[in-house]
Protein backbone atom coordinates (compact mmCIF):
# COMPACT_ATOMS: atom_id res chain seq x y z
CA UNK A 1 0.00 0.00 0.00
CA UNK A 2 1.37 3.18 -0.60
CA UNK A 3 1.60 5.81 1.76
CA UNK A 4 -1.55 7.76 2.28
CA UNK A 5 -2.00 11.52 1.33
CA UNK A 6 -4.23 13.54 3.87
CA UNK A 7 -6.43 16.39 2.55
CA UNK A 8 -6.07 19.85 4.81
CA UNK A 9 -9.18 21.12 6.46
CA UNK A 10 -9.28 24.42 8.16
CA UNK A 11 -13.00 24.71 9.91
CA UNK A 12 -14.44 27.78 11.47
CA UNK A 13 -15.88 26.41 14.91
CA UNK A 14 -17.93 28.10 16.63
CA UNK A 15 -17.43 27.83 19.96
CA UNK A 16 -17.55 29.58 23.86
CA UNK A 17 -14.13 30.18 25.20
CA UNK A 18 -13.61 30.87 28.89
CA UNK A 19 -15.93 28.27 30.36
CA UNK A 20 -14.79 26.34 33.69
CA UNK A 21 -16.02 22.57 34.45
CA UNK A 22 -19.29 23.19 36.48
CA UNK A 23 -20.50 25.98 34.12
CA UNK A 24 -23.28 25.65 31.56
CA UNK A 25 -23.59 27.88 28.72
CA UNK A 26 -26.05 30.01 30.56
CA UNK A 27 -23.34 31.04 33.48
CA UNK A 28 -22.24 34.31 33.16
CA UNK A 29 -18.33 35.06 34.09
CA UNK A 30 -15.43 37.39 33.33
CA UNK A 31 -13.96 36.04 30.04
CA UNK A 32 -16.73 34.26 28.63
CA UNK A 33 -17.03 34.58 25.23
CA UNK A 34 -18.56 33.10 21.76
CA UNK A 35 -15.96 32.92 19.00
CA UNK A 36 -15.06 31.59 15.86
CA UNK A 37 -12.26 29.61 16.31
CA UNK A 38 -10.23 28.28 13.13
CA UNK A 39 -9.12 24.24 12.93
CA UNK A 40 -6.71 23.04 11.04
CA UNK A 41 -6.95 19.06 10.22
CA UNK A 42 -5.78 16.71 8.49
CA UNK A 43 -8.06 13.22 6.90
CA UNK A 44 -7.08 10.42 5.30
CA UNK A 45 -9.89 8.65 2.93
CA UNK A 46 -10.02 4.86 3.42
CA UNK A 47 -13.32 3.66 2.33
CA UNK A 48 -16.02 4.51 0.67
CA UNK A 49 -18.56 2.37 2.87
CA UNK A 50 -20.56 4.48 5.19
CA UNK A 51 -20.40 1.72 7.62
CA UNK A 52 -16.78 1.62 8.53
CA UNK A 53 -15.00 3.45 11.61
CA UNK A 54 -14.44 7.44 11.33
CA UNK A 55 -11.16 7.82 13.77
CA UNK A 56 -10.37 11.19 15.19
CA UNK A 57 -7.02 11.58 17.30
CA UNK A 58 -5.48 14.45 19.19
CA UNK A 59 -2.31 15.05 20.11
CA UNK A 60 -0.45 15.63 23.73
CA UNK A 61 0.74 19.21 24.85
CA UNK A 62 3.19 21.22 22.46
CA UNK A 63 2.89 18.83 19.93
CA UNK A 64 1.02 18.73 16.21
CA UNK A 65 -1.77 16.60 14.31
CA UNK A 66 1.24 15.58 12.34
CA UNK A 67 2.63 13.65 14.90
CA UNK A 68 0.33 10.87 14.05
CA UNK A 69 0.82 10.42 10.72
CA UNK A 70 3.67 8.09 10.82
CA UNK A 71 1.32 6.08 13.42
CA UNK A 72 -1.74 6.30 10.35
CA UNK A 73 0.67 5.01 7.81
CA UNK A 74 1.49 2.15 9.41
CA UNK A 75 -1.87 1.56 10.62
CA UNK A 76 -3.33 1.52 7.68
CA UNK A 77 -0.76 -0.64 6.42
CA UNK A 78 -1.54 -2.98 8.76
CA UNK A 79 -5.21 -2.82 7.46
CA UNK A 80 -4.71 -2.77 3.95
CA UNK A 81 -3.14 -6.28 4.82
CA UNK A 82 -5.81 -7.34 6.15
CA UNK A 83 -7.66 -10.17 5.26
CA UNK A 84 -11.44 -7.89 5.49
CA UNK A 85 -11.35 -4.43 4.67
CA UNK A 86 -14.00 -1.58 4.78
CA UNK A 87 -13.95 -1.32 8.65
CA UNK A 88 -11.85 1.65 8.40
CA UNK A 89 -14.50 4.70 6.70
CA UNK A 90 -11.56 7.77 7.39
CA UNK A 91 -8.97 9.14 10.25
CA UNK A 92 -9.07 12.95 10.80
CA UNK A 93 -6.41 14.64 13.09
CA UNK A 94 -6.67 17.85 14.25
CA UNK A 95 -4.59 20.66 16.02
CA UNK A 96 -5.44 22.33 18.90
CA UNK A 97 -6.69 25.77 18.94
CA UNK A 98 -2.93 27.05 20.17
CA UNK A 99 -0.85 24.50 18.64
CA UNK A 100 0.43 23.65 15.21
CA UNK A 101 -1.66 25.08 12.10
CA UNK A 102 -4.06 26.27 14.24
CA UNK A 103 -1.95 27.85 16.64
CA UNK A 104 -0.96 30.64 13.53
CA UNK A 105 -4.12 30.81 12.44
CA UNK A 106 -5.67 31.60 15.52
CA UNK A 107 -3.01 33.76 16.79
CA UNK A 108 -4.27 37.30 16.65
CA UNK A 109 -7.32 36.15 18.87
CA UNK A 110 -5.20 34.20 20.93
CA UNK A 111 -2.85 37.42 21.78
CA UNK A 112 -5.76 39.89 21.81
CA UNK A 113 -8.01 37.75 24.61
CA UNK A 114 -4.30 37.25 26.10
CA UNK A 115 -4.27 41.56 26.31
CA UNK A 116 -7.69 41.76 27.56
CA UNK A 117 -7.43 39.05 30.18
CA UNK A 118 -4.31 41.16 31.79
CA UNK A 119 -6.58 44.30 31.67
CA UNK A 120 -9.66 43.30 33.19
CA UNK A 121 -8.35 41.16 35.27
CA UNK A 122 -9.54 37.58 34.07
CA UNK A 123 -7.14 34.53 32.76
CA UNK A 124 -7.30 35.15 29.26
CA UNK A 125 -4.53 32.31 27.98
CA UNK A 126 -6.30 29.26 26.50
CA UNK A 127 -6.77 26.28 28.79
CA UNK A 128 -8.31 22.78 28.60
CA UNK A 129 -11.32 23.67 28.98
CA UNK A 130 -11.20 25.66 26.20
CA UNK A 131 -10.04 22.88 24.37
CA UNK A 132 -12.85 20.74 25.69
CA UNK A 133 -15.47 23.50 23.72
CA UNK A 134 -12.82 23.53 20.55
CA UNK A 135 -13.51 19.54 20.80
CA UNK A 136 -17.23 19.58 21.26
CA UNK A 137 -17.59 22.39 18.33
CA UNK A 138 -15.50 19.97 15.80
CA UNK A 139 -17.52 16.80 16.73
CA UNK A 140 -20.18 18.57 16.20
CA UNK A 141 -19.12 19.19 12.26
CA UNK A 142 -21.78 18.25 9.48
CA UNK A 143 -18.90 16.40 8.23
CA UNK A 144 -18.95 13.58 10.96
CA UNK A 145 -22.70 13.47 11.03
CA UNK A 146 -24.08 9.78 11.27
CA UNK A 147 -20.51 8.54 11.58
CA UNK A 148 -19.10 5.59 14.60
CA UNK A 149 -16.65 8.38 15.29
CA UNK A 150 -13.78 6.63 17.43
CA UNK A 151 -11.72 9.02 19.48
CA UNK A 152 -8.38 8.69 19.96
CA UNK A 153 -6.59 10.77 22.40
CA UNK A 154 -3.30 11.22 23.81
CA UNK A 155 -1.48 12.64 27.26
CA UNK A 156 -2.45 16.32 27.87
CA UNK A 157 -5.76 15.83 25.42
CA UNK A 158 -7.75 12.97 27.23
CA UNK A 159 -8.73 15.69 29.69
CA UNK A 160 -10.59 17.52 27.42
CA UNK A 161 -12.35 14.92 25.33
CA UNK A 162 -13.56 13.34 29.00
CA UNK A 163 -15.33 17.32 29.22
CA UNK A 164 -16.38 17.12 26.23
CA UNK A 165 -18.58 13.48 26.35
CA UNK A 166 -19.98 14.70 29.87
CA UNK A 167 -20.90 18.69 29.28
CA UNK A 168 -24.19 19.35 29.40
CA UNK A 169 -24.21 21.65 26.91
CA UNK A 170 -22.35 19.20 24.17
CA UNK A 171 -23.68 19.70 20.97
CA UNK A 172 -22.72 15.76 19.45
CA UNK A 173 -24.02 12.61 19.79
CA UNK A 174 -21.03 10.55 22.30
CA UNK A 175 -18.13 8.75 20.02
CA UNK A 176 -18.68 4.98 19.28
CA UNK A 177 -15.67 4.58 21.17
CA UNK A 178 -12.45 6.02 23.36
CA UNK A 179 -8.99 5.27 22.95
CA UNK A 180 -6.69 6.69 25.65
CA UNK A 181 -2.67 6.45 24.99
CA UNK A 182 -1.13 7.49 28.77
CA UNK A 183 -4.00 9.14 29.80
CA UNK A 184 -3.05 12.45 32.09
CA UNK A 185 -6.11 12.27 34.43
CA UNK A 186 -5.23 14.00 38.15
CA UNK A 187 -7.76 14.18 40.89
CA UNK A 188 -8.73 16.37 43.40
CA UNK A 189 -7.20 14.67 46.51
CA UNK A 190 -3.93 13.93 44.96
CA UNK A 191 -0.99 14.68 46.72
CA UNK A 192 1.84 17.41 46.05
CA UNK A 193 4.30 14.59 46.13
CA UNK A 194 2.73 12.70 43.17
CA UNK A 195 5.00 12.10 39.78
CA UNK A 196 2.26 13.64 37.61
CA UNK A 197 2.39 16.72 40.03
CA UNK A 198 6.04 17.07 40.45
CA UNK A 199 6.40 16.56 36.31
CA UNK A 200 3.30 18.79 35.93
CA UNK A 201 4.86 21.74 38.16
CA UNK A 202 8.55 21.07 36.94
CA UNK A 203 7.33 21.71 33.23
CA UNK A 204 5.80 25.05 34.04
CA UNK A 205 8.63 26.49 35.29
CA UNK A 206 10.93 24.71 32.99
CA UNK A 207 8.86 25.70 29.68
CA UNK A 208 9.35 29.62 30.21
CA UNK A 209 12.83 29.44 30.25
CA UNK A 210 13.41 27.01 27.35
CA UNK A 211 14.80 27.85 23.96
CA UNK A 212 11.97 28.93 21.08
CA UNK A 213 14.03 30.25 18.79
CA UNK A 214 16.44 29.81 16.24
CA UNK A 215 18.10 30.63 12.92
CA UNK A 216 16.18 27.85 10.68
CA UNK A 217 14.87 24.81 11.24
CA UNK A 218 17.83 23.28 10.77
CA UNK A 219 19.64 24.59 13.68
CA UNK A 220 16.55 23.76 15.83
CA UNK A 221 16.89 20.12 14.63
CA UNK A 222 20.39 20.37 15.47
CA UNK A 223 19.78 21.50 19.14
CA UNK A 224 16.77 19.26 19.46
CA UNK A 225 19.02 16.30 18.81
CA UNK A 226 21.27 17.31 21.46
CA UNK A 227 18.66 16.87 24.12
CA UNK A 228 17.48 13.68 25.99
CA UNK A 229 14.13 13.76 25.43
CA UNK A 230 14.21 14.32 21.50
CA UNK A 231 16.94 12.08 20.85
CA UNK A 232 15.07 9.01 21.06
CA UNK A 233 12.64 9.97 18.77
CA UNK A 234 11.73 8.11 15.63
CA UNK A 235 13.84 10.17 12.45
CA UNK A 236 10.36 11.05 10.73
CA UNK A 237 8.62 12.11 14.09
CA UNK A 238 11.41 14.72 14.69
CA UNK A 239 11.16 15.94 11.07
CA UNK A 240 7.40 16.34 11.32
CA UNK A 241 8.16 18.41 14.45
CA UNK A 242 10.53 20.81 13.28
CA UNK A 243 8.37 21.26 10.42
CA UNK A 244 5.09 21.41 11.83
CA UNK A 245 5.78 23.20 15.19
CA UNK A 246 7.80 26.40 13.93
CA UNK A 247 7.10 28.97 11.75
CA UNK A 248 9.03 31.05 10.14
CA UNK A 249 9.07 35.14 11.64
CA UNK A 250 10.22 37.96 8.75
CA UNK A 251 10.95 41.40 10.88
CA UNK A 252 12.33 43.80 8.75
CA UNK A 253 15.67 46.14 10.30
CA UNK A 254 16.95 49.42 9.04
CA UNK A 255 20.60 48.54 9.13
CA UNK A 256 22.77 50.43 7.69
CA UNK A 257 19.61 53.07 7.43
CA UNK A 258 20.05 52.91 3.58
CA UNK A 259 19.30 49.36 2.84
CA UNK A 260 16.13 47.57 4.34
CA UNK A 261 16.72 43.96 5.48
CA UNK A 262 15.17 41.32 6.80
CA UNK A 263 15.95 39.63 10.14
CA UNK A 264 14.66 35.33 9.91
CA UNK A 265 14.27 33.13 12.29
CA UNK A 266 11.77 30.42 13.31
CA UNK A 267 9.89 29.97 16.89
CA UNK A 268 7.58 27.76 18.47
CA UNK A 269 3.48 28.28 16.86
CA UNK A 270 2.65 27.33 20.59
CA UNK A 271 3.87 30.67 22.62
CA UNK A 272 5.44 29.61 25.86
CA UNK A 273 3.05 31.62 28.32
CA UNK A 274 0.29 30.07 26.54
CA UNK A 275 2.74 26.45 26.93
CA UNK A 276 3.52 26.85 30.71
CA UNK A 277 -0.71 27.09 32.24
CA UNK A 278 -1.39 23.68 30.81
CA UNK A 279 1.10 21.71 32.38
CA UNK A 280 -0.15 22.74 35.90
CA UNK A 281 -2.76 20.18 37.73
CA UNK A 282 -6.04 21.98 37.57
CA UNK A 283 -5.51 21.52 34.22
CA UNK A 284 -5.73 18.03 34.20
CA UNK A 285 -7.68 17.51 37.16
CA UNK A 286 -11.40 15.32 37.06
CA UNK A 287 -13.73 14.07 39.44
CA UNK A 288 -14.14 9.98 39.34
CA UNK A 289 -17.37 10.39 39.12
CA UNK A 290 -16.97 12.25 35.38
CA UNK A 291 -14.33 9.18 34.15
CA UNK A 292 -17.11 6.75 35.59
CA UNK A 293 -20.09 8.88 34.10
CA UNK A 294 -17.81 9.12 30.76
CA UNK A 295 -17.00 4.91 30.87
CA UNK A 296 -20.77 4.04 31.69
CA UNK A 297 -22.17 5.21 28.46
CA UNK A 298 -19.61 4.18 26.05
CA UNK A 299 -20.19 0.79 28.11
CA UNK A 300 -21.31 -2.01 25.92
CA UNK A 301 -25.04 -3.17 27.27
CA UNK A 302 -25.42 -0.55 29.68
CA UNK A 303 -28.81 -0.02 28.47
CA UNK A 304 -28.62 3.07 26.80
CA UNK A 305 -30.51 1.80 23.81
CA UNK A 306 -27.59 2.12 20.95
CA UNK A 307 -24.14 -0.24 20.61
CA UNK A 308 -20.80 1.06 21.68
CA UNK A 309 -17.18 0.19 21.73
CA UNK A 310 -15.85 0.62 24.90
CA UNK A 311 -13.16 2.62 26.67
CA UNK A 312 -9.76 1.62 25.98
CA UNK A 313 -6.44 2.20 27.33
CA UNK A 314 -2.75 2.43 25.80
CA UNK A 315 0.27 2.49 28.37
CA UNK A 316 3.89 3.01 28.17
CA UNK A 317 6.51 0.25 29.06
CA UNK A 318 8.28 2.93 30.91
CA UNK A 319 7.50 4.83 33.76
CA UNK A 320 8.25 8.10 33.10
CA UNK A 321 5.16 10.17 34.04
CA UNK A 322 2.40 7.65 34.35
CA UNK A 323 3.77 5.24 37.54
CA UNK A 324 1.79 1.68 37.75
CA UNK A 325 0.79 3.12 40.85
CA UNK A 326 -1.20 6.38 38.70
CA UNK A 327 -2.47 3.29 36.26
CA UNK A 328 -4.19 1.67 38.92
CA UNK A 329 -5.52 4.92 40.32
CA UNK A 330 -6.98 5.60 37.10
CA UNK A 331 -8.29 2.47 36.32
CA UNK A 332 -10.10 2.99 39.80
CA UNK A 333 -11.64 5.92 39.00
CA UNK A 334 -13.24 4.82 36.07
CA UNK A 335 -14.76 2.14 37.88
CA UNK A 336 -12.81 -0.67 35.67
CA UNK A 337 -15.12 -0.03 32.94
CA UNK A 338 -11.63 0.05 30.56
CA UNK A 339 -12.48 -2.66 28.04
CA UNK A 340 -8.90 -3.59 27.07
CA UNK A 341 -5.35 -2.35 27.55
CA UNK A 342 -2.51 -2.71 25.86
CA UNK A 343 1.42 -1.86 26.45
CA UNK A 344 3.79 -0.63 24.07
CA UNK A 345 6.75 -2.08 24.24
CA UNK A 346 10.11 0.31 24.72
CA UNK A 347 8.23 3.08 24.70
CA UNK A 348 8.40 6.43 27.48
CA UNK A 349 5.31 8.71 27.93
CA UNK A 350 5.58 10.35 24.28
CA UNK A 351 4.30 6.95 22.10
CA UNK A 352 3.74 8.66 19.19
CA UNK A 353 6.98 10.10 19.08
CA UNK A 354 9.10 7.30 20.57
CA UNK A 355 7.42 4.24 18.96
CA UNK A 356 5.00 5.06 16.36
CA UNK A 357 5.23 1.71 14.92
CA UNK A 358 4.21 0.23 18.19
CA UNK A 359 1.29 2.08 18.62
CA UNK A 360 0.05 1.13 15.10
CA UNK A 361 0.00 -2.00 16.21
CA UNK A 362 -1.80 -1.63 19.47
CA UNK A 363 -4.56 0.54 17.82
CA UNK A 364 -4.83 -2.36 15.02
CA UNK A 365 -5.48 -4.96 17.75
CA UNK A 366 -8.29 -2.69 19.46
CA UNK A 367 -9.65 -1.13 16.80
CA UNK A 368 -9.66 -4.23 14.84
CA UNK A 369 -10.24 -6.76 17.63
CA UNK A 370 -12.60 -5.00 19.77
CA UNK A 371 -14.43 -2.02 18.53
CA UNK A 372 -14.97 -2.74 14.85
CA UNK A 373 -16.63 -6.55 16.19
CA UNK A 374 -18.83 -4.20 18.45
CA UNK A 375 -19.66 -2.15 15.79
CA UNK A 376 -20.89 -5.27 13.90
CA UNK A 377 -18.45 -4.78 11.47
CA UNK A 378 -16.71 -8.56 10.42
CA UNK A 379 -13.54 -8.52 10.57
CA UNK A 380 -10.40 -11.07 11.58
CA UNK A 381 -8.93 -11.93 14.67
CA UNK A 382 -6.81 -9.75 15.98
CA UNK A 383 -3.12 -10.83 15.89
Known sequence: MQNPTPKRHVFSLKTTFGLRVADTLQDNAPGREDVAIQCAALKYPVSEGEQGLTLVLTHGLSSHKECFHPTVVDLLRLYAAGTRTHWIREVWLVDMPNHGESAVLNRAYLEDRRRRGQEEGWDGICNTMDFSAYLNAFLSIPQLQGHRVVGIAHSGSCTPWTHALTHPDRTHP??????????????????????????????????LFKRDKWSSRAEAKRWLLGKTIWSKWDDLALDLFVEHTLEEVHEPRSSPPQSMKSSSYVRSTLRKEEESPLYACAQHTVEPSRLTRMCTALTPGSGRGRSVGGVHVIWAELEEFITKHAQAEI??????????????????????QENPSGLAHALYDILGGHIAVAAGLTVRAPL
Do not use: K
Request: charged share 15%; aromatic share 6%.
Open 331 to 352: LDAMSHRVLSQRVVPGSGHLIP
Open 174 to 207: HPFALILIEPVFMFPDMPPTDPRAIHGAANVRGV
